[in-house]
């Protein structure tokens, strides 16, 4: 981190954004971070357009434009270091991301994810939970590494599974929670607040937490 100015953030989506948006609408607005770029392998995707209405700048990588993922992501790396980002946020991207990307941009790099992980991880994370019958799922925001949601984990906060409202009334309050939890981690991380603990790299430490 350049400690110079706002923390330089670039977000990666492949659909509607409302994480993006709440990005937008919280630490971008406030100053404490700087959106500068947003990427996505969706022409049409609407968080572009949020985006794009914000006055960040966007690019899209189509998977089938380039030879394999590495390509794909060679590319994204080189666009976002032209920015100069600091740090990757990933919201609702659903494209897995190579190695070399990650490498590139180690401990730099954040997912929301829909569950209280190491439970759930994957696709369809809520549906999972439901399937399984269990009383409590959540939200996590972690670190991205080479696996499926396997990063050390920096922030969670559950959400009950009742069994007695609709899945869109779950759906809403699991999105209210990652609107929320989100932008929060990203803006610890901005304040310098974050780390990973060297005697433990699975263990993310938060300075007056």
Do not use: C
């Amino acid at each position: 981190m350049s400690g110079e100015g706002p923390l330089r953030v670039a977000v990666l989506a492949s659909g509607n954004g409302s994480n993006l948006q709440a990005l937008i609408d919280g630490p971008h607005e406030r100053g404490t971070i700087e959106l500068v770029g947003v990427a996505s392998d969706k022409p049409g995707a609407t968080a572009l357009e949020r985006a794009g209405r914000a006055g960040v700048a966007t690019s899209v990588f189509p998977r089938d434009d380039y030879a394999d993922r590495t390509a794909r992501d060679l590319a994204i790396a080189a666009w976002l270091e032209g920015l100069g980002v600091e740090l990757v946020v990933l919201a609702g991207y659903m494209q897995l991301l190579s190695g070399e990307f990650i490498r590139s941009f180690s401990n730099r790099i954040v997912n929301v994810h829909p569950a209280l992980l190491p439970s759930f991880a994957g696709l369809d994370a809520v549906g999972q939970a439901v399937a399984h019958g269990v009383r409590v799922t959540g939200v996590t925001v972690h670190f991205v590494d080479e696996g499926v949601d396997t990063g050390p984990i920096l922030l969670q906060e559950a959400v009950e599974l009742t069994y007695t409202r609709p899945m869109e009334a779950v759906m809403d309050e699991i999105h209210a929670v990652e609107h929320r939890l989100l932008p929060h981690a990203v803006e610890l991380i901005a304040a310098g607040r974050v780390s990973i603990d060297p005697e433990n790299p699975r263990l993310v430490r938060i300075e007056g937490a």
